[in-house]
């Protein structure tokens, strides 16, 4: 069974790699949306794999580092791409919630980066 919850936060970036000239390069900002997937086996007490709020609780440290921030100054998020984004937030989110399976990060409406546990 997998469970997702989904967060959102507003956050400035602006990507210091990109060629000179690329709208990335320029300071903007994101409506981000982003996924956690949690992998697991139902309680058979409980009925449920895991509460949906334990989620919300180990991420809630991660979101108040994000929410209306400029990412490039918050530390391991220099070059905020959406890729070293989902890494940031997985090995932050990973210890506190064992069963993380995927995150999801959707930088935009129409675009987004899945990190998924390595099989
Ligand atoms: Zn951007």
């Not at 936060?9 to 602006?14: G, I, K, L, V, Y």
């Not at 709208?23 to 956690?36: D, E, I, Q």
């Not at 580092?65 to 998020?77: A, K, R, S, T, Y």
């Amino acid at each position: 069974m997998e469970l997702s919850k989904e967060f959102r936060f507003e956050s400035a970036h602006q990507l210091p790699y990109v060629p000179e000239g690329h709208k990335c390069g320029r300071l903007h900002g994101h409506s981000y949306r982003l996924t956690v997937h949690i992998d697991g086996d139902i309680d058979s007490s409980a009925g449920w794999v895991a509460d949906f709020g334990d989620i919300k609780a180990a991420m809630k440290p991660l979101i108040e580092q994000l929410d209306h921030n400029f990412l490039n100054e918050v530390p391991g998020l220099e070059n905020p791409t959406s890729e070293v984004l989902a890494y940031w937030v997985w090995d932050r989110l990973q210890p506190s919630l064992p069963l993380l399976s995927a995150i999801t990060v959707h930088e935009t409406c129409t675009s987004a980066c899945v990190l998924r546990k390595p099989a």
